[in-house]
């Protein structure tokens, strides 16, 4: 997703959730290049999602990143 900032807030959280779906576990890093943004808009995107989904913080070694709880399945 190109766009960053000009995307919206909502659409990018969408977007990013999608991603991790599918992933299930990326860096900070990585998902801020990916779309486009600061870290610190990641970081404030995942603190969003977590109030809906079971997402976790990942330490790493190079700045870590987030990870989809490994029991959840959304429903399809």
Known sequence: ?????DVRPNERREALL????????????NLAAEFGVHEQTIRRDI???TS???LETVRG???GGYKVADW???QQ
């Open 47 to 49: 603190e969003q999602l």
């Open 18 to 29: 999608e991603k991790l779906l599918q992933r299930r576990q990326d860096t900070i890093d």
């Open 72 to 74: 959840y399945s959304p």
């Open 61 to 63: 070694r190079y700045g």
């Open 1 to 5: 997703m190109e766009g960053g900032e």
């Open 52 to 54: 809906s989904y079971p």
